[in-house]
């Protein structure tokens, strides 16, 4: 009975924590999705058959999209308990040969959807805040000089808190976000009593007839019911944190009921009164309650800026792990929390994007056009990477009942990626722009690494033949212990060699380290080191971590010595040798001179291997070498 009522409280925690991060961007999403609907990009009459309808296809969207696609589906497909779209693409490229043209496809598709999520990390800061403080505007237009000021100022304090972590903060998170669905709901539920026919919408067959009525604009009109389901990426890319169980529960129990009823209640507000269409949201509130909503609206959307910004650090955390991106500095902000991390350079560069975004649009409605490009194309990436996955987790009936459920979604999720391609030259080449920047860098550190390294293959001696002749007649050796940095765990590092060729010495005991990384999140302790004894002298160590954690050698080392009596390192008697390259182009280049110049100076830009590994800085020794490429 005890372990029962344990584990029902610690799931009512998760499911708490899943508000206040998962939830965020999603439950903020009734600020301007219906307003946009019907008063955006075209403007339809506030008549009882465009509010039904409209109503109906955000309804249905959210029960397909969110609910079949992502919860019942998409969140079986865990890494290790992690998930995410690079997740995703670990567990698809598991099944196929490596350098495959369809291997090659879906990664280029896997980093092309975690790419435009930096594009999405800057429109939502910027469209959720300036939404909430719109509603000011409600209160008196006096003060519609002083949203975009105040906007700014809050988007500013938002970004520099980052630094401190959010582990205090975000004990605050969930119940803030319980109190703001449940308001939520009760504001859409009293005008729902008041006008239950909005409750018709419930039927697809509106939203069906809706389209049959009007095709041409029902489609040019999904680009803003996409508004809508936007964060729906973050149940699937937060599941690591809080478990399939905990993010469905509270999408099932309070999301899901909250977001109807709050849509279906301002609907019921516009049919009743058509003229709420300026601000249906903070309309539903009477007049007493107006200023409370536009504070407690404007802290639920710093909350929903703030999963998407750490988001943006998880995202590039796990590229430069698995190899797309060059290190970063890379700070943890919990001594108990291994997510929590804050990155300096992403941090700066989305504050300053966002600021610009808030400066260039103005307003919610402008920055609504440019919002849900990003999103559409990530979820139909994640639909394509679903089928290479799920193509190999079940069998039989349930293979072809899933299949068949992802061929329904992909053709959705293809008609709402086509109807935002309308939106490109309204502002959706931001993110798309963005986007394809940042899946340029990604690509050319991940082409450009790989030829690096065949290049240092070239010139090195296999490691075996090598140690044995040094061990038959073996140059001056001095005292304490040679740590070589290495990539390959069978060829001769190339700062052994330029040691002995200009030093001309060899320490007592040389150890061979390589640090990899793994296409899971996390990998045990106890799975952690190899060890391998080349000679009398010589020792290789192997590590692995997974694409989620931070990597250290001191913390490799210590267990060594647990595994190794004959290895003792000793801080003052250990030296570090690392390879530091330099490139300078071929006579046949390997890369375009743009793509060369780039890796280039993203190669002399990475934070320094002993910052990343945290090796101890006065113990080590760098060997510069010239790469052609």
């Not at 995703?88 to 495959?100: H, I, N, V, Y």
């Not at 101890?616 to 020794?621: E, F, L, W």
Request: with cysteine; charged share 15%.
């Amino acid at each position: 009975m005890g372990s029962a009522t344990n584990e029902s409280s610690k799931q009512s925690g998760l499911m708490l924590a899943a508000l206040g991060v998962v939830y965020g961007d999603i439950g903020t999403s009734p600020l301007y999705t219906l307003r946009e609907c019907l008063n955006g990009h075209i403007p339809l009459p506030i008549n009882t058959e465009n509010v039904l309808g409209m109503l109906s296809l955000i309804f249905w969207g959210l029960m397909l999209v969110v609910s079949l696609k992502y919860v019942i589906i998409v969140l079986r497909a865990d890494n290790r308990g992690e998930g995410g779209i690079l997740a995703l693409l670990a567990l698809a490229l598991r099944q196929m040969k490596t350098g495959s043209r369809r291997a090659l496809v879906l990664t280029a598709l896997g980093i092309f959807g975690a790419a435009l999520f930096y594009g999405d990390s800057m429109i939502t800061p910027a469209i959720s805040v300036l939404s909430a403080l719109e509603g000011i505007g409600i209160v008196s237009h006096t003060f519609d000089p002083y949203i975009i000021p105040i906007t700014i100022a809050v988007l500013v304090g938002l970004f520099a808190m980052q630094r401190h972590g959010t582990a205090s903060v975000g004990k605050l998170f969930g119940p803030v976000m319980l109190l703001w669905f449940s308001v939520l709901g009760v504001l859409g539920g009293w005008q729902i009593f008041h006008n239950p026919t909005v409750l018709h919408a419930l039927n697809p067959a509106y939203g069906f007839q809706f389209v049959i009525d009007n095709p041409r604009q029902a489609f040019v009109l999904l680009g803003a019911v996409v508004l809508a389901l936007t964060g729906a990426e973050a149940l699937y890319a937060d599941m690591g944190h809080f478990g399939r169980p905990a993010i469905s529960r509270a999408w099932f129990s309070l999301v899901l009921p909250a977001l109807t009823l709050n849509y279906f209640g301002q609907g019921a507000l516009l049919l009743a009164d058509p003229t709420a269409i300026k601000n249906p949201f903070f309309l539903l509130a009477p007049g007493w309650g107006l200023v409370p909503l536009v504070v407690l609206a404007t802290i639920a959307t710093v909350i929903a800026s703030q999963a998407v910004i750490s988001g943006a650090y998880s995202m590039t955390n796990q590229a430069v792990h698995l190899g797309f991106s060059p290190r970063m500095d890379i700070q943890h902000t919990s001594e108990t929390e291994k997510g929590q991390i804050y990155m300096p350079g992403i941090n700066w560069f989305l504050l300053v994007a966002v600021i610009l975004l808030v400066l260039g649009f103005r307003s919610s409605g402008a920055l609504a056009s440019a919002y849900g490009f990003a999103v559409v194309c990530t979820m139909l990436i994640t639909t394509i990477l679903a089928f290479a996955v799920f193509g190999h987790i079940f069998t039989g009936v349930r293979k072809w009942l899933v299949c068949a459920a992802l061929v329904v979604l992909l053709v959705i999720d293809s008609l709402l990626f086509s109807a935002n391609v309308l939106k490109i030259a309204e502002g959706g080449w931001f993110p798309l722009l963005i986007g394809l920047v940042a899946f340029t860098l990604m690509m050319t550190w991940k082409r450009g690494r790989a030829l690096l390294y065949e290049r240092l293959l070239e010139g090195e001696l296999p490691l075996e033949g090598f140690v044995e002749s040094l061990e038959s007649s073996p140059p001056t050796r001095v005292e304490g212990i040679a740590v070589f940095m290495t990539a390959s765990t069978d060829s001769v590092p190339h700062a052994l060699l330029h040691n002995l060729k200009h030093n001309k010495v060899l320490h007592e005991q040389v150890v061979f380290l390589s640090v990899k990384t793994a296409d899971i999140p996390f990998v045990s302790k106890r799975e952690r080191v190899i060890v391998r004894r080349l000679g009398e002298s010589f020792f290789q160590i192997i590590a692995t971590y997974g694409f989620k954690e931070e990597q250290s050698v001191p913390e490799v080392l210590a267990q060594v010595e647990a595994l190794q009596a004959d290895l003792r390192f000793d801080p003052m008697q250990t030296s570090f040798f690392l390879s530091r390259e330099t490139i300078v182009e071929a006579k046949y280049p390997a890369m375009s001179f743009w793509r060369r110049k780039i890796f280039s100076l993203m190669n002399r830009n990475a934070t320094r291997a002993t910052q990343f590994f945290k090796i101890p800085p006065n113990r080590v020794v760098e060997m510069g070498t010239q790469v052609e490429l």
